[in-house]
């Protein structure tokens, strides 16, 4: 029964009163049924940009199409950190300049003799040229850009010099080991000693060989030494740079643990020098100090 604003419920409560909370409820739930659907909208709009951008890099056909990869792709390149983002772009140019005929490949490889005659761009160019434009190119530069890019972003996001210090290590270590295995082109050991060491930071990362089964990220370089030695390629490469990763390794993540267990004085032995901190500007001076009210 109605008997205007005073009249009562069952339950006690002014039927007027109670008209007025249904709706008010009903207006809220009106309200966010319909921000959740604009956001929903909002949401697929995004992914079918998104879609759509990638398309259009991917293939698009015409002049838009071709534009919108040529950004895709520098802008891929543009985002790998510094030091892989230059090793690629030397390594591609080797490449290109060995496949017209610009340089020989015989002026780049690894020669002990020739190093000590004066020829010492040969201990950077040997780790520089890979083959020349094939599938085995693609594959050894997918590699290098990958654990490249996974170390510099990972472990050594705001340690640059300790990166090239590392690559540093590398190519002294693979040149000593090289002079007495007869090898020259040295790039594929010490693409191996980035796969080793980032295997060896990500224990718990799962990987997966071909889809047939999977390991943990440690195992990763012994999978590839393994199928190397299925397709009869020559391993010799693979062992050079588990070997000197595995070295690496040691010095740099176990050797200072132990050291500040046991309270050995030399804590690290792996520590950029001065001028490398400069250069790479990640330099912090300690006697510097900022006073602050």
């Not at 949401?43 to 998104?50: K, M, Y």
Request: charged share 15%; aromatic share 16%.
């Amino acid at each position: 029964r109605t008997l205007g604003v005073h009249t009562i419920s069952s339950r006690g409560i002014p039927v007027q009163e109670k008209a007025n909370k249904e709706e008010r409820v009903i207006e809220f739930k009106s309200r966010h049924i319909s921000l959740t659907r604009t956001s929903t909208r909002a949401q697929r709009n995004r992914q079918t940009i998104h879609t759509m951008d990638f398309g259009a890099g991917a293939g698009a056909v015409g002049a838009m199409g071709n534009q919108g990869a040529a950004v895709d792709v520098m802008s891929w390149y543009m985002e790998i950190p510094l030091i892989s983002r230059l090793y690629l772009t030397g390594a591609f140019l080797t490449t290109a300049a060995c496949a017209v005929d610009i340089i020989s490949p015989f002026s780049l490889y690894f020669n002990w003799d020739l190093v000590f005659q004066g020829q010492v761009w040969r201990l950077v160019t040997s780790y520089l040229f890979f083959g020349v434009f094939s599938i085995d190119f693609l594959f050894h530069m997918y590699f290098l850009v990958r654990y490249s890019r996974l170390l510099e972003e990972g472990d050594f996001r705001g340690r640059t010099a300790n990166y090239v210090l590392m690559l540093l290590f590398g190519i002294i270590c693979i040149s000593l080991v090289a002079v007495y295995t007869h090898v020259h082109f040295l790039g594929s050991a010490l693409t191996f000693m980035m796969v080793y060491v980032w295997g060896r930071r990500n224990e718990d990362v799962r990987m997966s060989f071909l889809g047939f089964f999977t390991f943990s990220a440690p195992y990763l370089p012994w999978v590839m030494l393994g199928f190397s030695v299925l397709l009869g390629n020559g391993v010799t490469m693979d062992i050079i740079g588990i070997i000197v990763g595995h070295t690496y390794y040691f010095l740099e993540f176990v050797y200072p643990v132990i050291a500040e267990i046991r309270g050995w004085r030399l804590k690290r032995i792996l520590e950029p020098p001065t001028p490398l901190l400069w250069l790479c500007g990640t330099y912090d001076d300690p006697a510097v100090h900022l006073h602050q009210d």
